[in-house]
């Protein structure tokens, strides 16, 4: 079981930036990869950025360019820097975590066992 939990949601303006967190514990070793998903009122769940146990990095066409996802292997900890924010980035921010990705299935919602409980993302104009 992996356990996660992020932090760091909140109000932001327009342009503005936000930096999220989500904190890994249990086996932590069995995740092939970390993601973050987010839910946009009205719209289905979006894939937003991934890395997998190499370090390489996936990003979602709405967020390219304006977010990374850096991450603390020593604090079992991955990040998502969002820059350039945009009102349309409202939303609720989920973290998981996948045992077992392809290059073909890191960005699917469906591949990640363990998610977070979501912390609230809010964009003003």
């Known amino acids: 079981q992996v356990q996660l939990v992020e932090s760091g949601g909140g109000l932001a303006q327009a342009g503005g930036s936000l930096r999220l967190s989500c904190a890994a514990s249990?086996?932590?070793?069995?995740?092939?990869?970390m993601g973050w998903f987010r839910q946009i009122p009205g719209k289905e769940r979006e894939f937003v950025a991934a890395i997998n146990w190499a370090g390489t990095t996936y990003y979602g066409d709405a967020v390219k360019g304006r977010i990374t996802i850096p991450r603390d292997n020593a604090k079992n900890t991955v990040y998502l820097q969002m820059n350039s924010l945009k009102p349309e980035d409202t939303g609720v921010y989920y973290c998981?975590?996948?045992?077992?990705?392809?290059?073909?299935?890191?960005?699917?919602?469906?591949?990640?066992?363990?998610w977070g409980q979501g912390t609230q993302v809010t964009v003003s104009s």
């Open positions: 998981a975590a996948a045992n077992a990705v392809t290059i073909a299935t890191i960005q699917q919602g469906t591949t990640y066992g363990y």
């Open positions: 249990g086996r932590t070793g069995s995740a092939d990869a």
